[in-house]
């Protein structure tokens, strides 16, 4: 069965500091990705990653940044926390190109900036 | 771009039910259509993938469509449950680019005991 695991459930957080998410999957899957999940907006795309080192903006990259230095994870970054950036975080992965590959995710993680 | 609709926003039927999903998108080049689900404050659980040259999928009480044509998929929910009480989310990849998956915004189930 894949795994997808997000380090932390609950995080909070002061505004201004740095905030590490990380999320490691046992798959050897190529693309992973990092959403963001607010009531009304639905998943929203911050950032993926198709391959180690590589990564690409989605739809909100703003106030983010991420790092891929192994393949089996994936770490997003939020330089100076706000408070606009309490949210639940999930993290997904899948293979490349293929149409039978799913997308999997873990847990989640819920973010509170104060 | 790609938009992903499913209505209603909120259902709620009595247990033992059969119910039906629905999902719909705009643009129909897409590698393939899952389906998730989601319980509160928790990831997003895979239930079914269909791939764009299938027509359903099944896997136990839930049965998936795919009419890429018109840009509908459904999920129907046999005999209903209160444990399938949860958002219910379909999400399209599509071809090309990046592959981008889109998503809906959800179907809150609520299965009354």
């Known amino acids: 069965d894949v795994k997808v695991t997000q380090s932390s459930r609950y995080l909070v957080k002061r505004t201004g500091e740095k905030v590490f998410l990380e999320c490691v999957q046992d798959?050897?899957?190529?693309?992973m990705f990092w959403y963001r999940q607010d009531p009304g907006l639905g998943l929203r795309l911050i950032y993926f990653?198709?391959?180690?080192?590589?990564?690409e903006k989605g739809d909100i990259p703003e106030g983010y940044s991420v790092s891929r230095e192994k393949k089996e994870r994936f770490s997003l970054i939020l330089e100076s926390a706000s408070t606009n950036q309490t949210s639940m975080y999930l993290c997904?992965?899948?293979?490349?190109?293929?149409?039978?590959?799913?997308?999997?995710f873990g847990n989640g993680t819920r973010l509170t900036v104060t | 771009k790609q938009e992903v609709t499913q209505i209603p926003a909120a259902l709620s039927v009595p247990e033992g039910e059969n119910l039906v999903l629905n999902c719909s998108f705009t643009d129909s080049a897409i590698y393939n259509l899952q389906w998730f689900r989601q319980d509160p404050g928790k990831g997003l659980t895979s239930l079914l993938l269909i791939q764009s040259s299938q027509r359903e999928q099944t896997s136990g009480r839930l049965n998936a469509s795919l009419d890429k044509s018109s840009g509908r998929s459904t999920l129907y929910i046999a005999a209903s449950q209160p444990g399938d009480s949860a958002t219910y989310l379909c999400a399209v990849k599509g071809i090309g680019g990046y592959q981008k998956v889109t998503f809906g915004t959800g179907t809150k189930l609520q299965v009354i005991p």
């Open positions: 990653s198709y391959d180690v080192k590589m990564k």
């Open positions: 798959m050897d899957h190529e693309n």
């Open positions: 997904a992965s899948s293979h490349t190109g293929r149409d039978n590959s799913p997308l999997h």
